[in-house]
């Protein structure tokens, strides 16, 4: 099983530029997350979903939009990039959203606006 | 505000040492602690998770200690080994909100 894969691995973008990082698992995992990881503030929620179709804000969801059209895939679009977007951008997945079932983590998007 | 406050930010400790990460909560909708591993260039993987009705917990060579009237719980890895050096993160859920806060990590070095 690949788990969850992120693409792309790194990406440079100018201000203003729109670009959507994909993430995808093939575990038929029900709850998908997107997260953004920072020096000094651990990994902070952006969106996330329960289910195809049902997608929620989490603690910093500005400039972002998520979208959950099937159960395995679940992008992030960036609408207009700022440098304070420059970051690691992690996707994950779990069974359930209901049951303390792990989430397991793609290996990052770095992203970095310029 | 830091729902999750962790500590220390970085550590440092011989081979065979024990080192201790703590970890504290106010929210009390928390019902379920991980504990995350992770390598340079890698996403964080599961290391260890306990429920707030259990005081500890063991897996090998990791160990959470909970603490629910202080809010607090902390990770302990007996017999440390310089493979363990990573950065490890604390978590808390939040069953009523499927969401997971993460506290901000502590980076962990294991010196020969």
């Known amino acids: 099983n690949a788990g969850v ?7 440079v973008l100018k201000t203003g530029q729109s670009m959507t990082l994909q993430c995808a698992q093939d575990m038929n995992h029900e709850y998908m997350s997107w997260y953004r990881q920072d020096p000094g503030m ?4 952006i969106h996330y979903s329960v289910g195809a179709g049902i997608t929620d804000q989490g603690e910093v ?5 998520v979208s959950r059209s099937t159960t395995e895939d679940f992008p992030l ?9 420059t970051s690691v951008y992690f996707c994950a997945s779990s069974y359930s959203s209901i049951s303390n079932q792990p989430q397991h983590f793609g290996d990052g998007t ?4 310029l | 505000q830091q729902q999750v406050k962790q500590s220390p930010q970085s550590l440092i400790v011989q081979k065979g040492g024990i080192p201790i990460i703590n970890c504290a909560y106010e929210n009390t909708a928390f019902d379920y602690f991980p504990w995350y591993q992770q390598f ?14 259990v005081s500890e917990k063991k897996e090998g060579r990791f160990t959470i200690s909970f603490n629910k009237s202080a809010k607090q719980f902390s990770l302990h890895i007996m017999d440390s080994q310089p493979g363990d050096s990573a950065t490890y993160f604390c978590a808390a859920r939040d069953g009523t909100a499927s969401k997971l806060t993460f506290g901000t ?3 962990l070095q294991v010196t020969l």
Not at chain 1, 42 to 45: A, D, E, I, K
Not at chain 2, 40 to 53: Q, T, V
């Open chain 1, 61 to 65: 969801p500005n400039g972002y939009n």
């Open chain 1, 110 to 113: 770095r992203l970095s606006i």
């Open chain 2, 105 to 107: 990590g502590t980076r």
């Open chain 1, 42 to 45: 651990g990994l902070r929620l």
């Open chain 2, 40 to 53: 340079p260039g890698k996403g964080p993987a599961l290391l260890i998770a306990i429920r707030p009705d």
């Open chain 1, 5 to 11: 894969t992120q693409t792309p691995k790194f990406q």
């Open chain 1, 77 to 85: 679009r960036l609408l207009s990039a700022a440098p304070s977007q």
